[in-house]
């Protein structure tokens, strides 16, 4: 059986004693699922998503899997690929059915259907320690990248950036190693794998150096003949509750210093648990107790993901999760929303006269001055640089203008680092009814553009 760890126990009960009844299915939908038995497969490569432990199939995938199966009353097990090639070929060619923790690309449509995504992260980029931080995916040009064969990265890099100088190894641990040795510059993944492979192996000389605009959507792949089952699939992924994906996000992305306990204590915990039920209910409110209490690399982890380190405001990546919940609160209940898109005035001559550290400090007063002229229902975002953009919920474009407006004339008269006096540019609009999310960021990004113009 091997050893087991204190925390994976314990998060395996607590997912065990929350797992949700399975979905009321009509006879309609029942007959389907028995007229349609799925043969799934998956690797053993892709930690935290699927690897072996014990023998035994786990990870992310895995465990979302479970529960989509356990509420669709779908009886399967996971073949064992013996690597991401094979189990696109499966697919392809009807050997097996589905595969439970992929993204969908544009070559992969002609043979295959995908589920609504059950989760989202985004893609990193990985290098050794002396590596200086990358901002821009353009600093990797006549650099060697290397990412894992057929994995969705490599699609994400060749059709968004294929200037770049990309290598295709077998796996991730066979990119990072290459990183690792020194045989490339850096390697390109999905945030929970890297913050595991990290974490759980043996790559001390690497680190996290930045993030791709990209984000990594995970869903299910299924033969696209059998794509009359996506219905019932996006149900029950409709269906998990925040606190099951919250034990599965701690179960695999969480990284603690945990305590190893004999295979004897483990058996002897299970039966406990069965037989006294009353005492280890109190037992288990103890250790999660106690687990609250251990959460801190929970909350870096998340603050790494959303929260500019210079500015201590919502980084890029959040603004795009917040901006499309808005735009859907928006279109649902009819309410008003806007954007204040603004940059410094000049700001390069500031860093040439002044310093970077100047720049620096200029760009931190300028989010806590702007800070404190919005609401709290709103929500101020680093874009990039000396450029800001705030969302304005529930506010109408008129609105919007005046406290522009008001925040220029506030940055005009503050008092900033060395006395510099500093202004900004605006670009303000409102969502409209026709509008997506580019559509709505190409609005505002223009009006910026002409703001500048002006006083150019």
Known sequence: ?????????????????????????????????????????????????????????????????????????????????????????????????????????????????????????????????????????????????????????????????????????????????????????????????????????????????????????????????????????????DAITQEEKDIISKKWVTVKQEKKISRSYFYLLLTCSAILFFFFSVWLYLLKREISKKNEVTKQLKTLVTIDSLTSTYNRYMFDITLDKEIELAKRHHYALSLIFFDIDGFKQINDQYGHKAGDTILKELAEVTSHAIRKSDTLCRWGGDEFIIILHNTAEETAKKLAGNLDQLIRAHPFTSDIKMSCSFGVTDFRVSDTHESLMARVDALLYASKEKIS
Not at 72 to 88: D, G, M, P, Q
Not at 125 to 149: E, P, Q, R, S, Y
Not at 188 to 215: H, M, Q, W
Request: glycine share 2%.
């Open 1 to 237: 059986m091997g050893v087991f760890s204190m925390k994976r126990i314990v998060l395996l009960l607590l997912l065990f004693f929350t797992m949700t009844y399975a979905l009321t299915l009509s006879s309609q939908e029942q007959a389907l699922i028995e007229k349609y038995p799925l043969k799934c497969i998956s690797t053993a490569q892709w930690a935290p998503f699927n690897l072996m432990e014990d023998q035994h199939l786990v990870g992310i995938g895995i465990d979302y899997w479970q529960l989509i199966r356990q509420k669709l009353h779908i009886k399967s097990t996971c073949t064992l690929a013996k690597n991401w090639t094979e189990v696109l070929h499966a697919i392809k060619n009807h050997t097996h059915d589905i595969t439970i923790a992929t993204q969908t690309t544009q070559n992969r449509l002609s043979y295959a259907s995908f589920s609504k995504p059950y989760a989202n992260y985004p893609v990193v980029i990985v290098t050794k320690n002396d590596a200086g931080f990358i901002d821009n995916i353009n600093l990797l040009k006549n650099k060697t990248i290397v990412v894992g064969k057929n994995y969705t990265t490599a699609d994400i890099l060749q059709k968004q950036y294929p200037d770049l100088h990309v290598t295709y190894l077998d796996s991730i641990n066979a990119a990072l190693q290459a990183v690792n040795q020194g045989e490339a510059f850096a390697a390109i993944e999905i945030l929970p794998v890297v913050a595991y492979k990290l974490n759980k192996e043996a790559f001390p000389n690497l680190k996290i150096s930045g993030s791709l605009s990209s984000y990594f959507s995970i869903s299910i792949m299924i033969r696209k003949d059998y794509e009359m089952l996506l219905p019932l699939i996006n149900k029950a992924i």
